[in-house]
T-cell receptor
């Protein structure tokens, strides 16, 4: 089955700095890679996703890159703000709507004012 | 975008009683929903896959007689924690996938006293 590794487990940055979170996956059949933000006591919220026919995708301050050959993908947050502080999870799955996601262990991002 | 609604958000029950958690997909029909459990500072652990009109598929180590899942319609899945004990206290989250994206409910904080 799929195995997703996520690093780092904790990331502390100053407001305005960039933050990068990296994930690797094992199953070459996976071709859907979402990122979720989870605030304390809430369910995960989808913030951006990428499919394997695309190498990079941006949405304002957030970008995701995918290297399918190396089986890794990364989340980039620029100009971080205190409200970006949360736990971020990467995930991987085949495209089928009947397949579950395999999650990384999460990264706690702390943005200091 | 698609929305998944989970209810209740928080419940406290006495040891030995049963608790039902509801998960509804509001904007789309979900033939498959997923139930996760999350311990503090950990990632989401898949408990079971809920299939509309058929039996749920449970992950290894998850007691199907303790965690009863019913998926009676295309928009509703329920998880019943039967004869709850303090060790069942946790954060339970449901998820439904659209064509590709997976959306999560708000989560249910269960405390068994």
């Amino acid at each position: 089955g799929e195995n997703v590794e996520q690093h780092p487990s904790t990331l502390s940055v100053q407001e305005g700095d960039s933050a990068v979170i990296k994930c690797t996956y094992s199953d070459s059949a996976s071709n859907y890679f979402p990122w979720y933000k989870q605030e304390l006591g809430k369910g995960p919220q989808l913030i951006i996703d990428i499919r394997s026919n695309v190498g990079e995708k941006k949405d304002q301050r957030i970008a995701v890159t995918l290297n399918k050959t190396a089986k890794h993908f990364s989340l980039h947050i620029t100009e971080t703000q205190p409200e970006d502080s949360a736990v971020y999870f990467c995930a991987a799955s085949p495209p089928s709507g009947y397949s579950t996601l395999t999650f990384g262990k999460g990264t706690m991002l702390l943005v200091s004012p | 975008g698609a929305v998944v609604s989970q209810h209740p958000s928080r419940v406290i029950c006495k040891s030995g009683t049963s608790v039902k958690i509801e998960c509804r997909s509001l904007d789309f029909q979900a033939t498959t929903m997923f139930w996760y459990r999350q311990f503090p500072k950990q990632s989401l652990m898949l408990m079971a896959t809920s299939n509309e009109g058929s039996k749920a598929t449970y992950e290894q180590g998850v007691e199907k007689d303790k965690f009863l899942i019913n998926h009676a319609s295309l928009t509703l899945s329920t998880l019943t924690v039967t004869s709850a004990h303090p060790e069942d206290s946790s954060f339970y989250i449901c998820s439904a996938r659209g064509r590709t994206e997976a959306f999560f409910g708000q989560g249910t904080r269960l405390t068994v006293v």
